[in-house]
């Protein structure tokens, strides 16, 4: 069974960094490109970056471009999301998900950036 | 970017009534498109992709059909545990836009 976790969320102050984690069993994560997607509170959907599987291409919203950097480690079957610059607009559940996303999602993390 | 625009926003309905949505993409996207059912406090579901696939484990009640840039959702007997939002997603480009969701209420 496929399963992603997610970890690493919490409060930061505007300017902050935070690293989420995903950590992926079940599947083969090596063959899978991996996607990132967050959720305001309140709102919608909103993609934030993916990452092919050997990390030959890497693309993010224009929202984070420059302040977000996402990597894997496919050895340790694991997604990342250093998040940089981090602003009140920000806030939101991010949740780590394979591509194609009908493979599996993660349960989320809360980010929350206030002062 | 490629815009996604979902109707209607909001619909009030009746267990056991065929619901029908619609999700309009700003540009062809052939058959890259998703479907995502999300109840609060949870994890979006995906119940449709490649814009007529049944998710292994989804209720048959769901089906999708499109492509190019207008396609839809039907639940053919809305059952009490179908409310929640519903949203499309285009995978063919990135940024890999959703729509603004459509909320279902009893």
């Known amino acids: 069974e496929v399963h992603l976790v997610e970890s690493g969320g919490g409060l930061v102050k505007p300017g902050g960094s935070l690293r989420l984690s995903c950590a992926a069993s079940g599947f083969t994560f090596s063959t899978y490109s991996m996607i990132w997607v967050r959720q305001a509170p309140g709102k919608g959907l909103e993609w934030v970056s993916s990452?092919?599987?050997?990390?030959?291409?890497?693309y993010y919203a224009d929202s984070v471009k420059g302040r977000f950097t996402v990597s894997r480690d496919n050895g340790k079957n694991s997604l990342y999301l250093q998040m940089d610059s981090l602003r009140a607009e920000d806030t939101a559940v991010y949740y780590c998900?394979?591509?194609?996303?009908?493979?599996?999602w993660g349960q989320g993390t809360l980010v929350t950036v206030s002062s | 970017d490629i815009q996604m625009t979902q109707s209607p926003s909001s619909l009030s309905a009746s267990v056991g009534d065929r619901v029908t949505f619609t999700c309009r993409a700003s540009?062809?996207?052939?058959?890259?498109l998703n479907w995502y059912q999300q109840k609060p406090g949870k994890a979006p579901k995906v119940l449709i992709f490649?814009?007529?696939s049944l998710q292994s484990g989804v209720s048959s009640r769901f089906s999708g059909s499109g492509s190019g840039t207008d396609f839809t959702l039907t639940i053919s007997s809305l059952q009490p545990e179908d409310f929640a939002i519903y949203y499309c997603?285009?995978?063919?480009?990135?940024?890999?836009?959703f729509g603004q969701g459509t909320k279902v209420e009893i």
């Open positions: 990452i092919g599987y050997n990390s030959g291409y890497i």
């Open positions: 540009q062809n996207i052939t058959t890259f």
């Open positions: 997603q285009q995978s063919y480009r990135t940024p890999y836009t």
């Open positions: 998900a394979t591509l194609p996303t009908q493979v599996g």
């Open positions: 490649a814009a007529s």
